[in-house]
């Protein structure tokens, strides 16, 4: 098993309750990571929006048998402003350490100039399209779209390991009960697509928990990439377990 494959996945790589059409403006979540029957460590993702803006971070930490082979950890963070129109990120940050090899990146986004730029590296800009989000936060867009009853949602997305724009459709594929060590959910299974790449993730929304994902899967070619299962949940009122 690669095991610095298995925390790479994270990035690609998220009832009967209330839900409000949009996400809440806190919440933290942590998700067990595994590959197959083989616990590979944890996700920790924090979202925090206040007076217009938002800061939203994801930290990986290796666990189980993957933590004896490696202590390499994954830290990415989306600043941005946060409206009634949605997201739009300003800053993007991935940082890998404890691993032998560094594949740092941090992209700033220029809405005036319509490009992003990246810090201490050579990929070139990339043409902002509008409602460009990044990772992090087409997952915050989908929640919304789903609270609304939408099916479907087609967002260019900042795909920071290349620094290019590319088109994430994600498309509804019915309802399925999903366990996880948080509990049982009833969820709206999603599935998303993107121009140029080789993955196909799939996204299990919960409306109990205002449509976050309890849990993610991520293929490459038909084959399993790794999977984030909910341990924990707080947001807005709602919380698991």
């Given amino acids: 098993m690669n095991k610095g494959r298995l925390f790479a996945t994270v990035l690609a790589l998220l009832a009967a309750a209330t839900v409000r059409a949009d996400p809440p403006a806190q919440w933290q979540a942590a998700y067990t990571v595994t590959q197959g029957s083989i616990e590979g460590g944890e996700a920790v993702q924090t979202y925090k929006a206040q007076d217009g803006r938002y800061r939203y971070t994801l930290d990986v930490t290796p666990g189980g048998v993957v933590a004896l082979f490696t202590q390499e950890t994954f830290h990415d963070e989306s600043e941005g402003t946060v409206g009634s129109g949605g997201w739009q990120p300003q800053r993007y940050v991935h940082i890998r350490s404890g691993g032998r090899k560094q594949r740092d990146y941090e992209f700033l986004f220029d809405w005036k100039a319509k490009q992003t730029s990246e810090r201490q590296g050579d990929r070139p800009p990339a043409t902002l399209l509008p409602g460009t989000l990044d990772e992090l936060t087409y997952v915050e867009a989908l929640r919304r779209t789903l609270a609304k009853g939408g099916t479907s949602l087609v967002l260019p997305v900042l795909y920071g390991s290349d620094g290019e724009i590319r088109e994430y459709r994600l498309e509804t594929q019915g309802e399925e009960e999903v366990s996880t060590p948080a509990g049982t959910f009833k969820t709206i ?15 299990w929304c919960a409306p109990q928990l205002d449509y976050f994902p309890v849990r993610i899967d991520r293929h490459k070619r038909g084959r399993s990439q790794g999977t984030l299962l909910l341990k924990s949940y707080r947001g807005g009122e709602s919380s698991v377990p």
Avoid at 192 to 203: A, D, E, I, P, S
């Fill in 189 to 203: 299974k999603v599935q998303r697509t993107q121009t140029g790449g080789k993955y196909t993730v799939t996204l």
